[in-house]
């Protein structure tokens, strides 16, 4: 099936899973992705930053499909270190990116 978001995306189906806090780790998102839809990881499911680098590289390994990460901006006394969370999906990000234009570039 083609369509806006599959086109956007470079996935099969219009699928996208939603950030599902403590069951959207690598495994669930690399199974949605292979399967054609757009899996997605739950950013704070991680305890650190640096659990959510290694959860994308995880990701990696399992999939040579798009996948995307879920962060969720909640209002919190103590709030989580969001910076470092969104610099740990800096790499999924230009990787994402360099997919997109080339896709754009091949049209």
Known sequence: ????ITEMFGIEH???QGGMHYVGFAELAAAVSNAGGLGIITGLTQRTPELLAKEIARCHDLT???FGVNL???PTFSAPPYPEYIA????LRRRQC????????SR
Not at 1 to 4: E, P, R, V
Not at 98 to 105: H, S, Y
């Open 14 to 16: 219009p699928i996208i």
């Open 98 to 105: 360099r997919r997109f234009r080339m896709r754009r570039a």
């Open 88 to 91: 740990a999906t800096d790499r």
């Open 1 to 4: 099936m083609k369509t806006a």
């Open 72 to 74: 969720t901006f909640l």
């Open 64 to 66: 040579d499909k798009p």
